[in-house]
Every structure is written in C-alpha cells, then in structure tokens.
C-alpha cells in the first residue's frame, strides 16, 4: 500500500501564508486511507525532514506560494528531482523560524532519505502580513482551502490506485470471467 504524508506548511501570523495549516484542518475531516497522514508542520521544517526521513512512498507539500498568479489560485507543482551532491552549508541550513520545503527536500536528499515522488500543492497569497504579521486568511486564499482540499483527496486517489502493472492480473481475470 502507498504510504503518503500530507504535509500542510504556513504561519498563522503571516495572513495567507497560514493556508497549509488551514488545509490541514480540513483535511482532518476528511475519510482518508490508513495510510496517509496528514500533518501541519506549520514553520517547523527540521520536524517535516526527519518525517520525511520515515520512508513515505509520496509525499504532497501544502504551501502558500508566490507564483505570478492571480490570489487564492491553487497550482500543483512537481517539483524537479533533488540531487544530494553539490549542495552547500547554505543549501542544507534550515531555519528554525521559516520552512523552505526546497530546502528539506534537499537535506532529506543529503541525509539519504528518499521519496518516489513529491508534489506541492500551492495557493497563490494575497498578502503575507508585511512587517505587522496579520492573522487570518484573504478572502481569495480561504476561498481556495477547500479547492485544495479537493484538489489533494483527488491526489491521493491516484496515488493509491493501483498501477497498470498492478492491475494487469485483475483485469485479465475480469475479461476471462466475460468471456466464459
């Protein structure tokens, strides 16, 4: 069975970068397999790497994201392989005050972890609080929450279908019953 972490990341004090920790809240209502786990990181990024270190099969970080769209847009990136080598000091250092999940992805790498496949399902912001900090969603990003929901239980659906490879025999079993 495919183990996989939904990963919500975000900071309540910064406005529409708490859009991870809302998701994750409704995604605790959700009738979700066994074997997916869904956990709001919120800033606490050496907690998601060693998570992460846990073996999961997939894994679909929940961000706020800054991607020249309109606010309260929801994307689902497939970030590029991460490679272990040729990373810096600097490429590997987390803050304990902010999550960078490009930056876990690669000390997970450099710490030997794997993950067959990661997906970042991202919302474009409307504000991310200025220097104030401000709690609570835009209008556009808490319209978004439950497309990504959705969005995410659809994810994981695939994710847990089995694969043409998989299914081959059950499918060669259906046709033989067909045909008799």
Known sequence: MTSILVACIGNIFNGDDAFGVEVARRLSQA???????????????????????????AVILVDAAQRGEA?????????????????????????????????????????????????????EPLTLGGDEGVMGLSEPVAAAVDVAAETIEELIDEMMAPSPAEDSRGALLSAERRMS
Request: charged share 20%.
């Open 31 to 57: 009738a979700l397999p066994d074997s997916v786990q869904v956990i709001d990181f919120g800033i606490r990024g050496i907690d998601l790497t060693y998570a992460l270190m846990d073996g999961y099969d």
């Open 71 to 123: 606010p309260g847009v929801v994307s689902i990136v497939e970030p590029a392989p991460v490679e272990a080598e040729n990373n810096s000091l600097e490429d590997l250092a987390l803050s304990p005050h902010d999550l960078d999940p490009a930056k876990v992805l690669r000390l997970v790498s450099a710490l030997g972890g794997t993950c067959r496949r990661a997906l970042l399902v991202a919302c």
